[in-house]
């Protein structure tokens, strides 16, 4: 059951191969100095890099470079990005590369001018933004976080081992985000996978939350069957165009605000995810593997009508002669099954946590209520624990 509803959602996308041919005509709407925002390296090695300079220097564009955003952007690097961005005076900013440098760029849109600790008043105080915001726009080079249409921004702060993110208003979408799937041919086995199962998480954890069966419900499902269908496909085939446009056109939908309409949501994979990777550094979408099928097995009595809908019209499992719980549990096996076809990792252990990080990872993990479980720090040290062995 859908209540009232208000859906906007301002970012503009151009989608498909070359893609890119649109930049020139999107720069017009802005001013002259660009901030450009990348990551390690990726897209030097590419010759994205050159081609969008290119493109920038052709549109009469200032550049002013910030480069080297690494993956789970950090505090330091954002006084850095807003610095660049003071000294330049700029107008846009333009974000080419992945989830974190999307994130990176919006946070520095929404801190360079702000008067405060941007890390305080948006990430610990979560307060909205009440300063002048710089326009961004994305190049996509790494599908996974839906950051290419929505207002989320995760900061990482070391000294304290917190990993937090801010989901900002419209007034932070990017403007427009530019997605060829042909860019993500390049990306590591490694973080492709990372990001397939990024996306399973996402619509995961809106699915499997309220009572409700809502048209949300379904459309989930079938991005769902559409990203397992393709993701089978590019683990073999990481150059097969359908598989991968499919993957990225289900990833920018899967977190884009549109299916959590009718939803309550907890986020309580990424709240753990999002310590694990606070204390470890780890690949965001194998944080979230890591622990998605023990957290799985520890809600399902609770939502277990969703798990059994779940196991049928996602996993297949013909419920013929079955009970509820066993069919429910054939859907968790199935999924597992997937996870281990496309190898994600099923252990935080695989990514560096030890025993002395466990009761840090439950400290910095905040609880949210709206799934089927609240729950509490002794539960998730459980969960954490048995991802350990
Ligand atoms: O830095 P470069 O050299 O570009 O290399 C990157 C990086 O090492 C590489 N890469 C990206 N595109 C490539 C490529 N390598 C070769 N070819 C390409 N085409 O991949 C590595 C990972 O990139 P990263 O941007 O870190 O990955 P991802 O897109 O998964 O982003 C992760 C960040 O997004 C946050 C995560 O917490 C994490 O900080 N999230 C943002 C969300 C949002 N905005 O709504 C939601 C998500 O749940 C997530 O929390
Ligand atoms: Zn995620």
Not at 131 to 138: D, F, H, L, W
Request: charged share 20%.
């Amino acid at each position: 059951m859908l209540g009232s509803i208000i859906y906007s959602n301002p970012t503009k996308l151009y989608f498909g191969e070359n893609s890119i041919d649109f930049l020139k005509e999107e720069l017009a709407n802005y001013g002259d100095n660009v901030l450009l925002i990348y990551g390690g390296g990726s897209i030097k090695k590419s010759g994205l890099y050159d081609q969008v300079v290119s493109i920038l220097k052709a549109s009469g564009k200032e550049i002013f470079e910030d480069a080297g955003v690494m993956p789970n952007p950090t505090v330091d690097k954002l006084k850095e990005g807003c610095l660049r961005a003071k000294e330049g005076n700029v107008d846009f900013i333009l974000a080419v590369g992945g989830g974190s440098v999307c994130d990176y760029a919006k946070a520095v849109s929404v801190s360079a001018h702000c008067d405060e600790d941007p890390w305080e008043k948006y990430f610990l105080r979560m307060e909205d933004v009440d300063n002048k915001i710089i326009p961004v726009g994305c190049i996509l080079t790494m599908v996974g976080t839906g950051s290419e249409m929505n207002g989320g921004a995760v900061i990482t702060n070391h000294e304290t081992k917190l990993k937090i993110g801010h989901v900002f208003g419209e007034n932070v979408f990017p403007k427009f985000s530019i997605l060829d799937p042909v860019y993500t041919y390049t990306l590591p086995q490694y973080q492709m996978v990372a990001g397939f199962f990024d996306i399973m998480s996402h619509i995961l954890e809106q699915y499997f939350s309220g009572e409700d069966d809502n048209t949300s419900d379904y459309i989930m499902e079938g991005l769902l069957k559409s990203l397992i269908h393709s993701a089978k496909i590019a683990v073999k085939n990481p150059t097969d165009y359908e598989a991968r446009s499919n993957i990225m056109w289900t990833a920018t939908w899967a977190l884009n605000t549109l299916v959590a309409k009718g939803k309550t949501c907890d986020w309580m994979v990424h709240m753990i995810g999002q310590s694990v990777g606070a204390y470890t550094d780890a690949t965001h979408g194998m944080t979230l593997s890591a622990i998605s099928i023990l957290y799985y097995k520890w809600i399902m009595p609770y939502g277990l009508k969703k798990f059994e809908r779940y196991a049928i019209n996602v996993w297949n499992v013909n419920p013929e002669g079955k009970t509820s719980l066993n069919i429910a549990q054939e859907g968790l096996e199935r999924m597992e099954a997937f996870m281990q076809e496309i190898g994600v990792v099923l252990s935080i252990k695989e990514l560096g946590v030890t025993e002395e990080m466990i009761d840090g990872i439950v400290a910095g993990c905040p609880i949210f209520n709206g799934g089927y479980k609240v729950l509490d720090g002794e539960d998730i040290k459980e969960i954490l624990l048995e991802s350990m062995k």
